[in-house]
């Protein structure tokens, strides 16, 4: 262990989608006991986190991450009870519990939106982003809403318009107002109290708008057919400077309690993603890195970008990688299989904190859903929709993976469950959950890898190389980004044994000069 580093340094989150994971109750939908059921099967994977989504009461018009009451667990997900076991249960076998705070915007059913919209003077009208119509009667600006069409909608009852940057039924808190801060600070310190060890702040960087409510200007590289939402260039509506200040007084409320997280969503460039780190530390412990989720599957692109972020990181602060999560096509499918267990390979060996989405264990890719059966609402309004990366866990090839007793779960099941599932994987020495549990053990059993410094090798045609090294002792991972073999030339000191290669057959065979990689092949060479 390296003992100078803090549990989420050291550690692997794994993201839980609580809607796909485990049912028990029999109506299709994931619940907090058949998280409970399936920790063991995540001690055993070796993860040291998990994040659940949200499991908070909600109208579920955003399958949760639209919230009526933040103190409170939904019924579909169970009981706070359910959720005192669920973290207690974890704690006893080593994973930390990370939830998801959703502070930007409520519920329309919350109470304290539905007071805001009673009248113009209530007090908690302020709470939200109330704005007079201009005067020909359209919205006060051109702020467009993430899930399609404008981000204002009008409030016949006290006729103004009220802002909201995703759904109509998600309006936008106004975190300007000390009140909602104190609220919103109030409802983590009562997770926290309950023994939470951190939060995922969803769209952190959008907490505080442009107080002039100022037009966005177009993005002149926008073309038609595109998101629409992309469209505008959101420099007014989001990423303000002043949402800094949020950040660094939400981190006060973390810092009175001992070693609890933050981790900002944050899709923001990379220049802008370091400052919510805070000037000293003082802001998010980990604002996400998506760009393993964006970025092009090139050698060069990903070499060239872990430089700049390397590079970009202010002193102290700790990097981090994301592989996949629920607003995006897993990784088996963005990337397809073989390439999948290189993209394992590289997660789980740079340095900074892996982020794992759940089933990318196990190879799960998107699927096709039935026009029948879509239900993410941008699906329904843009025709993107989010649905193929949230199908249920495979767990064996019982009847609906063993994921739910219901007749249909909530989103279909992939078409492989039967021959790819938990049940099955790992008793093959050779699957996709095989490798992801060596990779992790290894990271975890290995101070170069957890916490030892990075250097770059190679990133050119398809190959790339990197090492880690911590005391003297070190790595050097070696990846094909590509389908043909390739012999890649190493220096004098980079000899040694296989560790492990994605194929899971050669440990243990030395490594002189020069290694041969099969194609979509990488393997982790044990230096000296
Ligand atoms: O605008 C984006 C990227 O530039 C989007 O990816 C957006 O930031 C993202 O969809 C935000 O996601 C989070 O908030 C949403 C919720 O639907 C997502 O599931 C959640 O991860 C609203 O709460």
Same mark, same amino acid.
Request: charge should be negative.
């Given at each position: 262990?390296?003992?100078?580093?803090?549990?989420?340094?050291?550690?692997?989150?794994?993201?839980?989608?609580?809607?796909?994971?485990?049912?028990?109750?029999?109506?299709?939908?994931?619940?907090?006991?058949?998280?409970?059921?399936?920790?063991?099967?995540?001690?055993?994977?070796?993860?040291?986190?998990?994040?659940?989504?949200?499991?908070?009461?909600?109208?579920?018009?955003?399958?949760?991450?639209?919230?009526?009451?933040?103190?409170?667990?939904?019924?579909?997900?169970?009981?706070?009870?359910?959720?005192?076991?669920?973290?207690?249960?974890?704690?006893?076998?080593?994973?930390?519990?990370?939830?998801?705070?959703?502070?930007?915007?409520?519920?329309?059913?919350?109470?304290?939106?539905?007071?805001?919209?009673?009248?113009?003077?209530?007090?908690?009208?302020?709470?939200?982003?109330?704005?007079?119509?201009?005067?020909?009667?359209?919205?006060?600006?051109?702020?467009?809403?993430?899930?399609?069409?404008?981000?204002?909608?009008?409030?016949?009852?006290?006729?103004?318009?009220?802002?909201?940057?995703?759904?109509?039924?998600?309006?936008?808190?106004?975190?300007?107002?000390?009140?909602?801060?104190?609220?919103?600070?109030?409802?983590?310190?009562?997770?926290?109290?309950?023994?939470?060890?951190?939060?995922?702040?969803?769209?952190?960087?959008?907490?505080?708008?442009?107080?002039?409510?100022?037009?966005?200007?177009?993005?002149?590289?926008?073309? &038609?057919?595109?998101? %629409?939402? *992309? !469209? @505008?260039?959101?420099? $007014?509506?989001?990423?303000? +400077?002043?949402? =800094?200040?949020?950040?660094?007084?939400?981190?006060?409320?973390?810092?009175?309690?001992?070693?609890?997280?933050?981790?900002? &969503?944050?899709?923001? %460039?990379? *220049? !802008? @993603?370091?400052?919510? $780190?805070?000037?000293?530390? +003082?802001?998010? =412990?980990?604002?996400?890195?998506?760009?393993?989720?964006?970025?092009?599957?090139?050698?060069?692109?990903?070499?060239?970008?872990?430089?700049?972020?390397?590079?970009?990181?202010?002193?102290?602060?700790?990097?981090?990688?994301?592989?996949?999560? =629920?607003?995006?096509?897993?990784?088996?499918?963005?990337?397809?299989?073989?390439?999948?267990?290189?993209?394992?390979?590289?997660?789980?060996?740079?340095?900074?904190?892996?982020?794992?989405?759940?089933?990318?264990?196990?190879?799960?890719?998107?699927?096709?859903?039935?026009?029948?059966?879509?239900?993410?609402?941008?699906?329904?309004?843009?025709?993107?929709?989010?649905?193929?990366?949230?199908?249920?866990?495979?767990?064996?090839?019982?009847?609906?993976?063993?994921?739910?007793?219901?007749?249909?779960?909530?989103?279909?099941?992939?078409?492989?469950?039967?021959?790819?599932?938990?049940?099955?994987?790992?008793?093959?020495?050779?699957?996709?959950?095989?490798?992801?549990?060596?990779?992790?053990?290894?990271?975890?059993?290995?101070?170069?890898?957890?916490?030892?410094?990075?250097?770059?090798?190679?990133?050119?045609?398809?190959?790339?190389?990197?090492?880690?090294?911590?005391?003297?002792?070190?790595?050097?991972?070696?990846?094909?980004?590509?389908?043909?073999?390739?012999?890649?030339?190493?220096?004098?000191?980079?000899?040694?044994?296989?560790?492990?290669?994605?194929?899971?057959?050669?440990?243990?065979?030395?490594?002189?000069?020069?290694?041969?990689?099969?194609?979509?092949?990488?393997?982790?060479?044990?230096?000296?």
């Amino acid at each position: 262990m390296a003992k100078e580093h803090l549990w989420w340094q050291t550690g692997i989150v794994y993201q839980i989608y609580p809607r796909s994971f485990q049912d028990t109750s029999g109506n299709g939908v994931g619940d907090l006991p058949g998280i409970l059921s399936r920790l063991d099967y995540l001690q055993w994977l070796g993860v040291t986190a998990i994040w659940i989504s949200p499991c908070f009461r909600s109208p579920m018009k955003d399958f949760g991450y639209d919230v009526s009451d933040y103190r409170d667990i939904d019924p579909l997900f169970g009981t706070l009870s359910d959720m005192d076991d669920v973290i207690a249960a974890a704690h006893e076998r080593g994973i930390r519990v990370i939830l998801d705070f959703v502070p930007n915007h409520t519920s329309d059913q919350h109470p304290w939106f539905i007071e805001s919209r009673s009248s113009r003077d209530n007090p908690k009208r302020d709470w939200y982003i109330w704005r007079d119509a201009k005067a020909d009667g359209s919205p006060p600006n051109n702020w467009l809403a993430n899930f399609g069409g404008i981000g204002w909608q009008w409030d016949e009852h006290t006729n103004q318009f009220y802002y909201h940057a995703f759904l109509r039924e998600q309006p936008d808190l106004n975190w300007r107002n000390p009140e909602v801060r104190e609220a919103m600070f109030g409802v983590l310190r009562f997770w926290l109290d309950r023994g939470v060890d951190g939060f995922r702040v969803d769209v952190l960087y959008h907490l505080i708008k442009d107080e002039q409510l100022r037009d966005n200007p177009e993005n002149p590289k926008w073309e &038609e057919g595109e998101n %629409p939402y *992309r !469209r @505008l260039k959101a420099v $007014y509506s989001s990423d303000q +400077d002043e949402v =800094h200040d949020v950040v660094r007084e939400m981190r006060r409320v973390f810092d009175s309690y001992d070693d609890r997280v933050i981790i900002g &969503e944050t899709y923001v %460039p990379l *220049r !802008r @993603l370091v400052k919510y $780190y805070g000037e000293n530390n +003082d802001g998010a =412990h980990m604002p996400f890195n998506f760009q393993l989720l964006l970025l092009e599957w090139r050698a060069e692109r990903i070499g060239e970008f872990i430089d700049r972020y390397e590079g970009a990181l202010p002193e102290g602060a700790w990097p981090n990688w994301v592989l996949g999560n =629920h607003d995006y096509p897993r990784v088996a499918w963005r990337v397809g299989a073989a390439q999948a267990r290189i993209a394992a390979m590289l997660l789980l060996t740079l340095r900074g904190t892996p982020t794992l989405y759940y089933g990318d264990e196990l190879g799960m890719a998107d699927i096709e859903i039935p026009p029948d059966r879509v239900v993410d609402p941008p699906a329904l309004t843009l025709g993107v929709g989010r649905d193929g990366e949230r199908t249920p866990m495979q767990w064996d090839a019982s009847p609906n993976a063993g994921f739910t007793s219901a007749e249909e779960p909530w989103l279909p099941l992939a078409p492989d469950y039967a021959a790819q599932n938990t049940a099955v994987q790992r008793e093959d020495t050779l699957s996709m959950l095989t490798l992801h549990r060596r990779l992790i053990h290894l990271r975890q059993s290995e101070d170069a890898l957890m916490a030892g410094t990075y250097h770059r090798m190679y990133a050119e045609g398809d190959i790339l190389a990197y090492s880690r090294r911590h005391n003297g002792g070190g790595f050097a991972v070696i990846l094909n980004l590509g389908g043909s073999e390739q012999v890649v030339e190493l220096g004098p000191a980079d000899s040694g044994r296989i560790a492990l290669s994605t194929h899971l057959d050669r440990e243990g065979d030395e490594v002189s000069s020069r290694v041969k990689l099969r194609p979509d092949e990488g393997v982790i060479i044990r230096l000296g």
